[in-house]
């Protein structure tokens, strides 16, 4: 079991301060819930608010990491890595954490890498501009279940939304309400049980590579919606192995033209020595 002691700086929740400290929404309901917290040397109550110049102790199983961190930066823009659990817009989001910036595109909550978001209305603007234009270029990387053979080759299906379930659905033939979808993917190693695939997005639709990837038949380790549950246990991941590594932008209006074929790579560990 860990120990963090922390002197509170403003009056907050506890929830929101551990949240902002870098535990998971998972992590935090856990401490709450057990009464992990000690305020001034007596055991938590409830989801209670924290003042200024009290001193908390937190026991944790686990560390938090940090949430995010700058991969580059200018007058314009800031390019990030962002780790799991956490959200790019919204309460305790990117947007929160970093001040003065704007979310140009998105990665899902449970997926970590790559972003550029945007320091002024005219940058966000040109990179909207951009990204609609399907003008950057994302690469993914991911640990998939199975031993796919894939050679780079892009597949093409068609992607349905379910907004009250947060979900979508992948088929191969078009059903009304669906959009089309293309992704590319490249097998990179063949491990014993799971596969490493580099994915390149051609269409950025909601939980694409997660979607698609099932749909062909190998899930994302870890993936909560679309993977197998079974398989996430044996491997006791609770977020799904998907990473935004790289991050390129190939045209751009002239207010940000000085960033074209600009390539922005954060690997992570598990992957690097195969990229």
Excluded at 96 to 103: F, V, Y
Excluded at 243 to 254: A, M, N, Q, R, T
Aim: glycine fraction near 6%; proline fraction near 2%; aromatic fraction near 10%.
């Amino acid at each position: 079991m860990q120990k963090i002691t922390v002197k509170i700086e403003k009056n907050i929740k506890i929830k929101d301060f551990l949240l902002n400290y870098g535990f998971s929404n998972s992590q935090a309901n856990k401490i709450i819930k057990n009464k992990d917290v000690k305020i001034d040397g007596k055991r938590l109550q409830e989801n209670e608010n924290l003042l200024i110049g009290q001193s908390i102790v937190i026991f944790c199983e686990e560390l938090p990491g940090p949430k995010f961190k700058i991969i580059y930066e200018d007058e314009n823009v800031v390019v990030v890595s962002k780790s799991q659990n956490i959200e790019v817009q919204g309460k305790n989001s990117l947007e929160e954490l970093i001040s003065g910036t704007i979310a140009v595109h998105r990665l899902d909550r449970n997926t970590s890498g790559l972003l550029i978001m945007a320091k002024n209305s005219q940058a966000e603007k040109s990179l909207k501009e951009a990204f609609k234009n399907q003008t950057v270029e994302k690469l993914y990387v991911c640990e998939v279940y199975g031993k796919p053979q894939f050679s780079g080759k892009t597949y093409e299906a068609f992607l349905l939304k379910d907004a009250m379930r947060s979900q979508v659905k992948v088929f191969s033939n078009y059903v009304q309400n669906a959009v089309k979808i293309k992704t590319a993917f490249k097998t990179i190693k063949i491990g014993e049980e799971t596969s490493l695939v580099v994915a390149k997005l051609f269409t950025g639709k909601t939980h694409q590579i997660r979607a698609h990837l099932a749909f062909l038949g190998y899930p994302i380790i870890g993936d909560g919606k679309y993977g197998n549950n079974q398989i996430n246990k044996k491997f006791k991941l609770n977020y799904q192995k998907l990473h935004c590594f790289s991050l390129k932008i190939e045209k751009i209006d002239k207010n940000l033209d000085y960033l074209i074929n600009k390539v922005f790579f954060d690997k992570p560990e598990w992957a690097k020595k195969y990229l």
